[in-house]
């Protein structure tokens, strides 16, 4: 059975980080390229970052330097390091393969306000 289990949002300050973490019970995680994504209010889900088997990274455009992933294969975890939280990062965020399967975890929020 796909599961996705997110954790490690809160509520931040702007400029602080927070660490996010999802254990993902699928078949070949070791060799799967996995993403994380958020969706803000009234948005649309976007990718923010993805890391490839061999441990590749690619991130988008608005959090390149802030954002980073990486991957426990045996403990099959990927985790978002986000660092210097800025209000516009306030979204729900999930981690899936990239590209994604159908089915979705409930995901973590993550809230930047002052």
């Known amino acids: 059975q796909v599961q996705f289990v997110e954790s490690g949002g809160g509520l931040v300050q702007p400029g602080g980080s927070l660490r996010l973490s999802c254990t993902a019970s699928i078949s070949m995680f070791r060799f799967s390229t996995m993403g994380w994504y958020r969706q803000a209010p009234g948005k649309q889900r976007e990718l923010v970052a993805s890391?490839?088997?061999?441990?590749?990274?690619n991130y988008a455009d608005s959090v390149k330097g802030r954002f980073t992933i990486s991957r426990d294969n045996a403990k099959k975890t990927v985790y978002l390091q986000i660092n210097s939280l800025k209000p516009e990062d306030t979204a729900v965020y999930y981690c899936n393969k990239y590209p994604p399967l159908e089915y979705w975890g409930q995901g973590t929020q993550v809230t930047v306000s002052s």
């Open positions: 890391i490839t088997m061999s441990g590749s990274t």
